[in-house]
């Protein structure tokens, strides 16, 4: 039976063996919500790069560049970290470059071993379900964290999708039981439940609020963002 576990922070990849494996990067808070939010709103492909540098790379060779760090967008670039900013019209059929602090370097550390590299949410959480039904490979949720902790949105995410996979990948290791857990607390009220984490608060504190609910959102799209080569693009 194919397995499926949660790594908590991409700082404790390495104990994890990913050679026939899907890893799913979720950055709830905001990277991976952004990405899935592009793709349902026409946007071609996203570069993820680890370093603000890499990035104005590609932005010197035309490509619209995104850049976050520490939750606010980083001067010199076109747009920021909050989905809302990937609804434009004007993304429709372009690539995009985009770093931020915890997503694009989660996708880096997964993507050198992994066999396929996807990118998960809770705004397509049911398509990711659906494709992994398809997969012949065992899952890994690779959980952003913030700076190498771990933060409880990512968790939760993980849980969820263990949850929903549960009678089809064998659950073994703690990090998962636990992150299902966790889920079967929150679900019935996550914003609730995440009121006094860490990120939501380091959030309230830019006064960026909207984004929040926004990325609790359940299935409200139907993507699923695949790395090839070094581009995203939806499956």
């Avoid at 908590?8 to 979720?26: G, R």
């Avoid at 946007?43 to 790069?49: M, N, R």
């Avoid at 060779?61 to 900013?85: C, H, M, T, W, Y």
């Avoid at 019935?188 to 309230?204: E, F, T, V």
Wanted: hydrophobic fraction near 45%.
């Amino acid at each position: 039976m194919k397995n499926i576990d949660v790594c908590l922070t991409p700082d404790l990849l390495h104990l994890h063996n990913i050679d026939n494996t899907i890893v799913i990067v979720t950055d709830i808070f905001r990277a991976t919500s952004c990405m899935v939010t592009g793709f349902a709103y026409g946007v071609k492909a996203i570069i993820p790069v680890e370093t603000v540098e890499e990035c104005q790379a590609l932005q010197a060779k035309g490509f619209i560049a995104a850049a976050e760090r520490n939750a606010q967008k980083v001067e010199g670039f076109e747009l920021d970290n909050s989905p809302f900013s990937y609804m434009n019209e004007k993304l429709i059929g372009e690539k995009i470059a985009m770093t931020t602090t915890n997503g694009t370097y989660s996708i880096s550390k997964a993507k050198s071993s992994a066999v396929k590299v996807l990118v998960g949410a809770f705004l397509n959480l049911n398509a990711i379900v659906e494709y992994l039904k398809t997969q012949p490979y065992d899952v890994l949720v690779l959980c952003a964290g913030w700076k190498g902790r771990t933060n409880l949105e990512d968790t939760l995410f993980a849980g969820a999708l263990v949850d929903a996979v549960q009678n089809e990948y064998f659950v073994a290791e703690d990090s998962a039981i636990m992150s299902m857990r966790l889920y079967h607390q929150a679900k019935d009220d996550m914003l609730g439940y995440l009121a006094n984490s860490s990120h939501i608060r380091r959030l309230q504190r830019l006064g960026i609020n909207k984004d929040i609910s926004y990325c609790l959102q359940r299935d409200l799209y139907d993507v699923v963002p695949v790395l090839r080569g070094n581009e995203l693009v939806n499956m």
